[in-house]
């Protein structure tokens, strides 16, 4: 992609191409100077934008926007990636025909042949800085395989409520079939459900659809593209995105992301208005699958900061009350890591990151499954 991924090379091949044509007709000194100045400074830009796009822009290009639920991965993917927290975490990332992650590139028909559950969740579930075997969803769906049970993982980084809706609406209306969804809901799920909000599915054309393609490849290949998209044109339709001033900028928005459990201006910041849109689409998805006759299942978890100090237990009130209310499995890991020491707990997460690492990976994994086997042994046949 160096070079060709950013549209200034294509601006300044159209020049030289014009230059070429044009020199033929004028043979004064002073226009080859300039057009060939001009032209240099055109590659000389577009050396640098290529340059830049590969040292900030730190996106991989298997994610991709998605027009039906904002964002997604590229299906069919077998590429080394990386996740930069404290230093550099290189690993193996596969995704099957559905644009999932999975254990190796295959096709998944939408028809089952036997027991089938999908994971909806974030980057917890996605499993960021992992090969797949040391993942949650992995580990757990290694176990799953061993009875006859196919799990499909559609977890996406920074995918909140809203998205996990729209991607489950929209397999389901492309004739998916699944037996049961296990919605995984991450504390930063709150800030992240205003950020969507302005976020509206819809049909793309077909010309929309390749210049879907094009913008995708611009935006991995060029930082003057991809600052200048995110700085005028989401900042004009999104007035919540990311970098938005309300946020205080980048940096501080991930800072804000878990303030809302404990945080009383984060709460009106962003708490509210966040917590009355994910309720709004986890009953959605609860209504869907009661049509479906899918089982609906609702997992929670607390971040590190939480773990340590007690705290974040609204995440968990609030997410028990609603499974209580409606009567849905209901899987928390807060009681198992508020049970570790500190050093515990520490020992668990990628340093200096709010991810699990491949132990925490495997903690999480082996809880959620016990809780699975005790809660299926006699009244539902998935794991039996």
């Not at 004028?26 to 001009?38: E, H, L, Q, S």
């Not at 075997?133 to 580990?139: D, E, F, K, L, S």
């Not at 769906?141 to 809706?165: M, Q």
């Not at 200048?228 to 044109?233: G, H, R, S």
């Amino acid at each position: 992609m160096f070079i060709v991924g950013t549209p200034v090379f294509y601006v300044a091949l159209f020049f030289l191409g014009l230059f070429l044509i044009l020199k033929k007709f004028f043979k004064g000194v002073a226009f080859k100077v300039v057009g060939i100045n001009f032209i240099v400074i055109l590659f000389l830009i577009t050396l640098f934008d290529s340059a830049a796009a590969m040292l900030f822009n730190h996106s991989d290009s298997f994610r991709i926007f998605d027009n039906f639920y904002h964002h997604g991965l590229k299906s069919d993917v077998a590429e080394k990636t990386s996740w930069k927290s404290d230093g550099i975490s290189f690993y193996q990332i596969y995704t099957n025909s559905l644009g999932f992650v999975d254990e190796t590139n295959r096709e998944v028909p939408l028809k089952k042949s036997g027991k089938r559950v999908l994971f909806l969740g974030d980057s917890f579930m996605e499993g960021v800085g992992y090969p797949w075997n040391q993942t949650a969803a992995g580990i757990i769906s290694e176990r799953f395989k061993k009875r006859g049970v196919e799990l499909l993982n559609a977890a996406v980084i920074s995918y909140s409520p809203k998205l996990y809706y729209l991607k489950l609406k929209h397999f389901l209306e492309m004739g998916l079939e699944i037996d049961e969804v296990y919605v995984f809901i991450d504390i930063s799920d709150i800030i992240d459900e205003v950020v969507y909000d302005y976020f509206v599915p819809k049909e793309f054309t077909y010309f929309e659809k390749k210049w879907q393609t094009v913008d995708n490849f611009f935006m991995k290949g060029s930082y003057m593209y991809r600052s200048t998209k995110i700085n005028y044109f989401f900042a004009q339709i999104n007035p919540y995105n990311e970098d938005a001033s309300i946020w205080g900028g980048l940096s501080n928005f991930y800072n804000l992301k878990p303030l809302w459990t404990f945080d009383e201006n984060a709460m009106k910041l962003y708490g509210e208005k966040g917590l009355a849109s994910a309720k709004k689409y986890i009953d959605l998805i609860r209504q869907t699958c009661d049509a479906k006759g899918i089982k609906l299942h609702i997992g929670v978890w607390p971040w590190k900061v939480h773990a340590l100090d007690k705290s974040g237990r609204m995440q968990y009130d609030i997410w028990k009350e609603y499974t209580d209310k409606y009567h849905i499995d209901f899987i928390s890991l807060f009681d198992v890591f508020e049970s570790m020491t500190p050093e515990e707990i520490n020992s668990i997460f990628i340093a200096n990151d709010i991810h699990w690492n491949d132990k925490g990976n495997k903690i999480a994994a082996d809880y959620i499954w016990q809780h699975i086997l005790e809660n299926s042994e006699g009244k539902d046949e998935t794991v039996q």
